[in-house]
Structures are given as structure tokens and as C-alpha cells.
């Protein structure tokens, strides 16, 4: 499966644009790329996927550059509620079912 | 509109005890499966169902069993509970199993073994 990279940690400001980077530099054709959010000791929480073109819905936006080796979530107007770890996941696609690979995630904190 | 609901929501054993977890949705999903998770660790998976009466192990699949008489309900079994087994346990499902779908997980059940 295509391992990913994000950075441990960011700051946003509330109100202010979060924009969480991942590198997926291994990823194949078909594979998707997934957001989703653990608050706190809650479960995960899907927030987004997409294949090759950007996406919107109405928690966040993905941009996946053309050679799809990076991508990047965009909170457009964070609130304190958005404070979470960020994950950006790409399953795989073989036989061992649709698993996913929680890897380290980016731990965003949002400021007052 | 449930989602999928575990239960119970915490649970406290002493090794060697069995119990089952329970795990149900109501979104129609094919897909279900259950992970674990450890402190600072990220989700494991343990074992995955394709559809009604089909199960097959994930990556720690080792001292759990599973069954998938239904669709909606999909519940793992501790048969002798170990100190190992500490953990927080999520269960997700999706439509189907492609990579194209979207896995929702429960609120998990947080469960200690003394």
C-alpha cells in the first residue's frame, strides 16, 4: 500500500483556512486518497476521498496535485470544534479487504 | 439515523474471561470490520466481512472471533481475554468492500483486562 507522510503537528488560527499537506508519492493509478479525523477518543470520522480531480463537500476540500503524489485538506474556516488528528490514508486494494493504515497523522490545534 | 452503534461503551474483565462486543449498523453496508487501538498507536485491523456469512483476519486477528449471520450486525468475541488485549475497539463499515467507499466507525468500546 502507498505509505504517506504528513507532519506531526500544525497551528491554525479560528476562522482561518487549514490546509493539511500529505505526501503519497508511491501511490498507484487506481488508488484513492482518504481524510478522516479521530476528536480526541472518539472513533475516526471520514471527512473526504478522492481520485484525481479535487473535491469539495460540506466539511472540507481536497486538491490532489496532477501527479497525484501530494495532496492537500483544506478546512475553509476553522473552528475550535476542528481540533483533531488528521489522517490522510490510502487503502489498499488487494484481497486482504478495504484495510486501512492509520499512520501517525497530523495533530492540528486550533486557536482562539 | 444510527450509524453504527457499539456497545458496550466501556468494559472492565479479568483474564481470562470471554465476552462479546457488539457491533450494528443500519445503513445497509456490505462491508463491516473491527479494529483496535493502543495508546499513541494508530487503528490495527483484526477481522473483516465482505457480506453475510463471510469473515476472514486482518493484520491481528489473534485471540478474536468473529461471525456475520446478518448484515447489520457484525460482533467480536474474546474467547479468553488476555492483558494484550487492553485496548480501545472500533468497528467500521462500509458499502462495499472496493477502495472507492467510505468506512464510518462506531464511538468504540473502551475495554480493560485486569
Known sequence: DAKTTQPPSMDCAEG???NLPCNHSTISGNEYVYWYRQIHSQGPQYIIHGLKNNETNEMA???????????T??????TLRDTAVYYCIV???????????FGGGTRLMVKP | ?????????????????????????DMNHEYMSWYRQDPGMGLRLIHYSVGAGITDQGEVPNGYNVS????EDFPL?????????TSVYFCASSYS???NQPQHFGDGTRLSIL
Do not use: W, Y
Not at chain 1, 476540500?61 to 495532496?71: G, M, V
Not at chain 1, 485538506?73 to 476553522?78: D, F, G, K, Q, V
Not at chain 2, 439515523?1 to 449498523?25: I, R
Open chain 2, 97 to 99: 468492500g472496493n477502495s
Open chain 1, 73 to 78: 485538506l483544506i478546512l475553509p474556516h476553522a
Open chain 2, 77 to 85: 468475541r474474546l474467547l479468553s481475554a488476555a492483558p494484550s488485549q
Open chain 2, 1 to 25: 439515523n444510527a450509524g453504527v452503534t457499539q456497545t458496550p461503551k466501556f468494559q472492565v474483565l479479568k483474564t481470562g474471561q470471554s465476552m462479546t462486543l457488539q457491533c450494528a449498523q
Open chain 1, 61 to 71: 476540500s481536497l486538491i490532489i496535485t496532477e501527479d497525484r503524489k501530494s495532496s
Open chain 1, 16 to 18: 482561518r483556512a487549514a
Open chain 2, 68 to 71: 456475520r449471520s446478518t448484515t
Open chain 1, 91 to 101: 487503502p489498499r486494494t488487494n484481497n486482504a479487504g478495504n484495510m486501512l493504515t
